[in-house]
């Protein structure tokens, strides 16, 4: 009987291994458009510009990546995606995406509208970073050189990854962003990505940081001020603090990094006075 039972197992494990070695979801890459990151402006006349950066993969032994810029419009943020069939000639393929940029205007409306078509989508993934754009179009944050790879919006991803080791915006994913939505009385930060010439390039940069209120656009914040925002919500893991010392001759500044933060934010009220006390517990 044991081993007429250890001989059944044994089909079992058989027929599951023959049946179930298939990926049910397995699409073609060569039908679809992997798209690394989305940019999102507004036209003049009310139309939704959506600007994409599609990676292209090179066929051979010595196969490498690009990328490539798509731009189109649309009524709305769905009806511009699949507006894109039309240049690119295949569907558009999100789940690689890292990065979605929005302009100040859009910003200014309202963010929740600009993002919902994309957390809808059932190939979409909710850790895509969302970026603000400080200067006239989310658009040329593509249009510029990256310094390190061709696909910028693989660079933006590594750029906020690392921005613990500075401390000059902040991070924010749409999954994040859903979730603080639904806190009352929370502020939203959003990273801040600008242009910048360096040499005859034209370079991103991460710096600073987008204030959301009420689900639109209220302010900005520079390097510094985001470094001062962010001990305050105790989300400091590095960065440096310089500080300015008396010397024999002149005035010298000392570069300090931190290496642990924690800060304890307090607050009393006393009648119609708010008093906030701060601990900041800083190892340098």
Same mark, same amino acid.
């Given at each position: 009987m044991k081993k007429i039972r250890v001989i059944l197992l044994i089909l079992i494990i058989l027929i599951n291994s023959i049946f179930t070695?298939?990926?049910?979801?397995?699409?073609?890459?060569?039908?679809?458009?992997?798209?690394?990151g989305v940019a999102i402006d507004k036209e003049v006349n009310n139309q939704i510009k959506m600007t994409v950066e599609v990676i292209q993969i090179s066929a051979g032994r010595d196969a490498n990546t690009k990328s490539e810029i798509i731009t189109v419009e649309g009524k709305t943020m769905f009806d511009a995606a699949r507006n894109l069939i039309s240049l690119s000639g295949k569907k558009l393929y999100w789940s690689h995406s890292k990065v979605i940029i929005l302009s100040k205007e859009i910003?200014?409306?309202?963010?929740?509208?600009?993002?919902?078509?994309?957390?809808?989508?059932?190939?979409?993934r909710e850790d895509i970073n969302i970026l603000i754009s400080g200067g006239a179009s989310a658009k040329e944050i593509f249009e510029g050189q990256g310094i390190? #790879?061709?696909?910028?919006?693989?660079?933006?991803? &590594?750029?906020? @990854? +690392?921005q613990e080791n500075l401390s000059k915006a902040p991070t924010m994913d749409v999954l994040q962003f859903h979730i603080e939505s639904e806190t009352k009385g929370t502020s939203i930060v959003i990273p801040v990505v600008n242009v910048i010439q360096m040499g005859r390039k034209t370079v991103p940069q991460i710096i600073g940081t987008a204030i959301i209120k009420n689900d639109k656009l209220v302010g900005l914040l520079n390097g510094e001020e985001t470094k001062d925002l962010?001990?305050?919500?105790?989300?400091?893991?590095?960065?440096?603090?310089i500080e300015e010392m008396q010397g #024999?001759?002149?005035?010298?500044?000392?570069?300090? &990094?931190?290496? @642990? +933060?924690?800060?304890?934010?307090?607050?009393?009220?006393?009648?119609?006075?708010?008093?906030?006390?701060?601990n900041i517990d800083t190892t340098v």
């Amino acid at each position: 009987m044991k081993k007429i039972r250890v001989i059944l197992l044994i089909l079992i494990i058989l027929i599951n291994s023959i049946f179930t070695t298939a990926c049910w979801s397995y699409k073609e890459v060569d039908k679809f458009s992997i798209v690394a990151g989305v940019a999102i402006d507004k036209e003049v006349n009310n139309q939704i510009k959506m600007t994409v950066e599609v990676i292209q993969i090179s066929a051979g032994r010595d196969a490498n990546t690009k990328s490539e810029i798509i731009t189109v419009e649309g009524k709305t943020m769905f009806d511009a995606a699949r507006n894109l069939i039309s240049l690119s000639g295949k569907k558009l393929y999100w789940s690689h995406s890292k990065v979605i940029i929005l302009s100040k205007e859009i910003a200014s409306e309202g963010i929740m509208k600009a993002i919902e078509w994309y957390s809808r989508d059932s190939e979409t993934r909710e850790d895509i970073n969302i970026l603000i754009s400080g200067g006239a179009s989310a658009k040329e944050i593509f249009e510029g050189q990256g310094i390190t #790879e061709d696909i910028k919006s693989f660079t933006l991803s &590594e750029m906020l @990854k +690392n921005q613990e080791n500075l401390s000059k915006a902040p991070t924010m994913d749409v999954l994040q962003f859903h979730i603080e939505s639904e806190t009352k009385g929370t502020s939203i930060v959003i990273p801040v990505v600008n242009v910048i010439q360096m040499g005859r390039k034209t370079v991103p940069q991460i710096i600073g940081t987008a204030i959301i209120k009420n689900d639109k656009l209220v302010g900005l914040l520079n390097g510094e001020e985001t470094k001062d925002l962010l001990f305050i919500r105790n989300k400091i893991k590095g960065g440096l603090l310089i500080e300015e010392m008396q010397g #024999e001759a002149e005035v010298i500044k000392v570069s300090l &990094e931190i290496f @642990k +933060n924690k800060t304890k934010v307090t607050p009393a009220v006393d009648g119609e006075d708010i008093e906030i006390d701060l601990n900041i517990d800083t190892t340098v």
